[in-house]
């Protein structure tokens, strides 16, 4: 398995978040030529009080959001606009830890008229993407990001979700 879900709000175990997980993560490395068999994902599906917490302690904003990722490593681009290198297989197989907010995921995925699962999918495929070096903080980046995203979810029969 790719993805180590730890469950930690019980409402995850209801929906199938490691199901869901699982399929994101595969689906993001295999399109980027990544073997999902050679890396590994820690993930933790928690609530909102949990991941505001986190929220706090690691960007200094007091707030729940919908997911989180920490990468193992630094890894980013430069020039912007252009894709992030690769990890190299044989190296550390892990890529990192996400963190999920079961609340503000539901609130979103009904706000946007969207299934859990979609909406959770491009969530896990955008937080993956992130320990990967993928960002959307300058507008270059944010638009290869998004393309790349958009090609994972189609890829899985999921509309643009932008």
Request: hydrophobic fraction near 40%.
């Amino acid at each position: 398995m790719l993805t180590e879900v730890v469950i930690e709000d019980v409402r995850w175990l209801d929906v199938g978040l490691s199901t869901w997980a699982e399929r994101a993560g595969v689906a993001t490395l295999t399109h980027l030529g990544l073997d999902p068999s050679d890396w590994a994902i820690g993930m933790l599906a928690c609530d909102d009080a949990r991941i505001a917490v986190l929220n706090n302690e690691f960007r200094d904003m007091p707030t729940p959001t919908n997911v989180l990722s920490w990468p193992s490593e630094a890894r980013g681009v430069d020039p912007p606009g252009t894709r992030p290198d690769l990890p190299v297989r044989g190296a550390d197989p892990d890529l990192g830890d996400i963190a999920i907010a079961y609340e503000t995921c539901t609130r979103e995925a009904e706000a946007a008229g969207k299934s859990l699962g979609d909406h959770v999918t491009h969530l896990v495929v955008h937080a993956v993407l992130h320990l990967l070096g993928y960002d959307h903080v300058r507008d270059q980046d944010a638009t290869v990001m998004e393309a790349t995203e958009i090609a994972i979810l189609g890829k899985l029969g999921i509309s643009d979700p932008y």
